[in-house]
């Protein structure tokens, strides 16, 4: 594999294909769906050799199967095993909810593996400024016990557009830092 890649990882119906739609600016790049779980393997989306994107499976949807969760599981861990062209993983929290226990494991196996991650709140447009501030604060809490975790935290809307440039942004910065 060449180039960098770039994950995205979350609760099912968190908004991880919707928010590879906008970045990428293609409205059915990534399958969207209101079903939890319908995305159910690594999703790799290259328009150059430059740069990948990866739409993970959802985490955290209690219908599935345990055998589903189970192999979702060691899907993840064998991906991010020794994977060194894995710049970051976007960790998408919907900022209607926050962090919840189910996003405590996906975090702890970024932090064993020394993975890059950083957390991208999401939906934030069904949310007022207040709501977004007490999330914002709850998740700096948690992540400062976590030093794989890059500190700052970026709030995106795919359906308004709200803080796509500023991941963009942040994605070039990857990029940049990873070429030099």
Same mark, same amino acid.
């Given at each position: 594999?060449? +180039?960098?890649?770039i994950a995205?990882?979350?609760?099912? $119906?968190?908004?991880?294909?919707s !928010?590879?739609n906008a970045?990428?600016?293609?409205?059915a790049l990534?399958?969207?769906? $209101?079903? %939890?779980?319908r995305?159910?393997e690594?999703l790799?989306?290259?328009? $150059?050799t430059?740069?990948?994107?990866?739409?993970?499976?959802? #985490?955290? #949807?209690a219908?599935?199967p345990k055998h589903?969760?189970?192999a979702?599981?060691a899907?993840?861990?064998? #991906?991010? =095993?020794?994977?060194?062209n !894995?710049a970051?993983? #976007?960790?998408l929290v919907d900022?209607?909810?926050g962090?919840?226990?189910?996003? =405590?494991?996906? /975090?702890?196996?970024?932090?064993e593996?020394?993975?890059?991650? =950083?957390?991208? /709140?999401?939906k934030?447009?069904?949310?007022?400024?207040?709501?977004i501030?007490?999330?914002?604060? *709850?998740?700096h809490?948690? !992540?400062?016990?976590?030093p794989?975790a890059? %500190? &700052?935290?970026l709030?995106?809307s795919?359906?308004?557009?709200? +803080?796509i *440039? &500023?991941?963009?942004?942040a994605i070039?910065r990857?990029l940049?830092?990873? *070429?030099?």
């Amino acid at each position: 594999m060449h +180039g960098v890649e770039i994950a995205f990882a979350g609760r099912s $119906n968190v908004g991880k294909s919707s !928010l590879v739609n906008a970045l990428t600016r293609h409205s059915a790049l990534a399958r969207v769906s $209101n079903t %939890p779980g319908r995305t159910q393997e690594l999703l790799f989306f290259s328009a $150059n050799t430059t740069l990948t994107l990866v739409d993970m499976p959802g #985490y955290g #949807y209690a219908a599935a199967p345990k055998h589903k969760v189970k192999a979702w599981s060691a899907l993840i861990a064998a #991906y991010l =095993q020794g994977r060194a062209n !894995l710049a970051r993983v #976007y960790v998408l929290v919907d900022a209607r909810h926050g962090l919840k226990s189910s996003d =405590q494991p996906a /975090l702890d196996a970024l932090g064993e593996a020394a993975v890059s991650h =950083q957390i991208v /709140l999401t939906k934030a447009d069904a949310v007022g400024p207040g709501a977004i501030e007490d999330c914002l604060a *709850s998740i700096h809490t948690a !992540l400062a016990k976590r030093p794989a975790a890059f %500190p &700052e935290i970026l709030v995106t809307s795919a359906r308004s557009g709200a +803080g796509i *440039s &500023e991941l963009r942004a942040a994605i070039a910065r990857l990029l940049s830092e990873r *070429s030099h």
